[in-house]
């Protein structure tokens, strides 16, 4: 028996976006060190008059880095609504730490969404309990 779904367009063609953006940005120089070298040369006016070379890639990229770390920081605001935990009910054994749920996939709090986003930003949560 042949259980594999056929690709959902919409979803094929956000894959396809992301996965351009992605690709588009790991071409661009990283400013990181830059950035910090030019931070000592802000001008009483505020600014830092910079010649540089830019390449294509990093051109492709600076046109649309603001608004693709827009959409992304919107995006991941929106998951952090949608995925938060919520009190599971029933009864525990442990009252000080109830057992508790997504609100919105049901999984068993950090849900894997959530689990993604934090290990993405690198932000540290607490392991899950042995017995889950
Ligand atoms: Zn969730």
Same mark, same amino acid.
């Given at each position: 028996?042949?259980? !594999?779904? $056929? !690709?959902?367009?919409?979803?094929?063609? #956000?894959? !396809?976006? &992301?996965? %351009?953006? #992605?690709?588009? %940005?790991?071409?661009? @120089? *990283?400013? +990181?060190?830059?950035?910090?070298?030019?931070?000592? &040369?802000?001008?009483? !006016?505020?600014?830092? /008059?910079?010649? %540089?070379? &830019?390449?294509?890639?990093?051109?492709?990229?600076?046109?649309g880095a603001r608004e693709d770390l827009i959409t992304f920081t919107e995006l991941t605001l929106r998951l952090l609504d949608l995925h938060q935990p919520r009190d599971?009910?029933?009864? %525990?054994?442990?009252?000080?730490?109830?057992? #508790? +749920?997504?609100?919105?996939?049901?999984?068993?709090? $950090?849900? $894997?969404?959530?689990?993604?986003? *934090?290990?993405?930003?690198?932000?540290?949560?607490? /392991? &899950? $309990?042995? *017995? @889950?």
């Amino acid at each position: 028996m042949n259980t !594999e779904q $056929p !690709e959902d367009p919409q979803r094929q063609r #956000l894959r !396809e976006h &992301l996965e %351009t953006i #992605l690709i588009r %940005t790991e071409k661009a @120089a *990283s400013w +990181r060190e830059e950035s910090g070298r030019l931070r000592c &040369l802000v001008n009483h !006016e505020g600014f830092v /008059p910079v010649r %540089t070379r &830019l390449a294509v890639e990093d051109l492709d990229f600076l046109s649309g880095a603001r608004e693709d770390l827009i959409t992304f920081t919107e995006l991941t605001l929106r998951l952090l609504d949608l995925h938060q935990p919520r009190d599971a009910g029933g009864i %525990t054994s442990d009252a000080a730490h109830p057992i #508790l +749920r997504c609100r919105s996939c049901m999984w068993r709090w $950090p849900c $894997p969404t959530f689990r993604a986003m *934090s290990e993405a930003f690198g932000t540290a949560f607490p /392991p &899950l $309990p042995e *017995s @889950a």
